[in-house]
């Protein structure tokens, strides 16, 4: 699961919406709330393409495939504070209710930590549940091509990127 730049504002805001229309969360001020959120969301984006880059770096260095990538990165992530790949929902959930909890802009919380998740998570889910169907996308255009060779790589890039420009999340 990933979250994408395009859909920070879509998910802060049925964040929001959800949690006022259900009682969870009392506000004067939704869209100041929104911007939180948007903010937490942002700042995990911006750490998670500093821990890409590094892991890039890394395995460029040390002469490693990019077979390890996975776990190159867990550490990396570990390292800077964040989780990421299965891990990722949790911690971006952990961050907005912390962030809910803290901020001034939120007048009163009334449901628990564990109510907020569960309110919250089926629209993170939605939102970043799209690398599956990006995937599933790519692997159907590509089936002529036989998985695990170089032009398999250099395809599969391309098409990706095609895939995520048309549905506008690069």
Do not use: N
């Amino acid at each position: 699961m990933r979250l994408y730049g395009a859909k920070v504002g879509p998910v802060a805001q049925e964040v929001v919406r959800t949690l006022v229309t259900s009682k969870a969360i009392e506000t004067e001020a939704q869209r100041e709330v929104i911007a939180d959120i948007e903010a937490v969301l942002k700042s995990y984006l911006d750490t998670e393409r500093v821990v890409d880059d590094k892991t890039r770096d890394l395995l460029q260095r040390t002469g490693r495939g990019t077979s390890e990538f996975s776990r190159v990165r867990q550490q990396v992530a570990e390292h800077h504070g964040i989780k990421v790949g299965d891990e990722a929902l949790d911690y971006l959930l952990d961050q907005v209710v912390e962030m809910l909890l803290h901020s001034a802009h939120v007048d009163e919380v009334f449901a628990e930590d564990v109510e907020l998740r569960r309110k919250m998570a089926p629209i993170f889910k939605r939102y970043m549940g799209a690398d599956a169907e990006l995937e599933a996308e790519v692997r159907a255009q590509l089936k002529h091509v036989k998985e695990g060779t170089a032009q398999w790589d250099i395809e599969h890039a391309r098409v990706l990127e095609a895939v995520k420009r048309r549905r506008g999340l690069s």
